[in-house]
């Protein structure tokens, strides 16, 4: 089954331990992208990666930090995680952007105390 | 200031009648329009999409509207059913490759039995 994987689903941490949310997708999709969701705000992309090796920042990128070392997975880590991250998390994936659809994991919600 | 709004946060629609979500865009360089649904504890689908080159799309009882004069689009579910309760997101984005997706910060449709 085409799919988008996220892990973990659920997430409380405390302020300042390090931590990482996998994305990984199964579709042989070029373009990944991770957003948060936020009430009143939507969806705001954090970073996103049009290929291997080539990433670049969305709206709201501080805090965040993300790598693609292989095309199916794209991890965001949070290196030192603070109350305002609090929100849950999307991953996204598209054979390329442009006139293709996202395709969505299920969400992580992360609370960090 | 968001480029893709949704005045509307919440609606309540009787099962078998029309259901109307609105968004607003203010770039007129956007041409190309998406809706996602998104049920909780899911991750957003995507449910319809529409090209400015176009002032409709159709999709079974999901049609939406693009007034790019206004910069307006809606969606129109006919007829409204109770398992269309969910989150609706607007989407928009400039259909070069690589470019990203703006969303709304939604709207929550309840249909009532």
């Known amino acids: 089954e085409a799919q988008v994987t996220q892990n973990p689903r659920y997430l409380i941490t405390v302020t300042g331990k390090k931590l990482t949310v996998t994305c990984s997708q199964n579709?042989?999709?070029?373009?990944m992208s991770w957003y948060r969701q936020d009430p009143g705000l939507g969806l705001r992309q954090i970073y996103y990666s049009m290929n291997v090796e080539v990433t670049d920042k969305g709206d709201v990128p501080e805090g965040y930090k993300v790598s693609r070392k292989e095309k199916r997975n794209f991890p965001l880590i949070l290196e030192s995680p603070s109350p305002n991250q609090t929100s849950l998390y999307f991953c996204?994936?598209?054979?390329?952007?442009?006139?293709?659809?996202?395709?969505f994991g299920a969400g992580s919600r992360l609370t960090v105390l | 200031d968001q480029q893709v709004k949704q005045n509307s946060p919440s609606l309540s629609v009787q099962e078998g009648r029309i259901s109307i979500l609105n968004c607003d865009y203010t770039?007129?360089?956007?041409?190309?329009f998406l809706w996602y649904k998104k049920y909780p504890a899911e991750g957003p689908t995507f449910l319809i999409s529409?090209?400015?080159?176009?002032d409709k799309n159709e999709d079974g009882r999901f049609t939406v509207f693009l007034n790019k004069s206004a910069k307006h689009l809606s969606l129109h579910i006919v007829p409204s059913q109770p398992g269309d309760s969910a989150v609706y997101f607007c989407a928009a984005s400039v259909k070069t490759s690589y470019d990203k997706v703006i969303f709304g910060p939604g709207t929550s449709l309840s249909v009532i039995p």
């Open positions: 579709m042989n999709h070029e373009y």
């Open positions: 770039n007129s360089m956007f041409d190309y």
């Open positions: 996204a994936s598209s054979l390329r952007l442009g006139a293709n659809v996202l395709t």
């Open positions: 529409i090209s400015s080159i176009k």
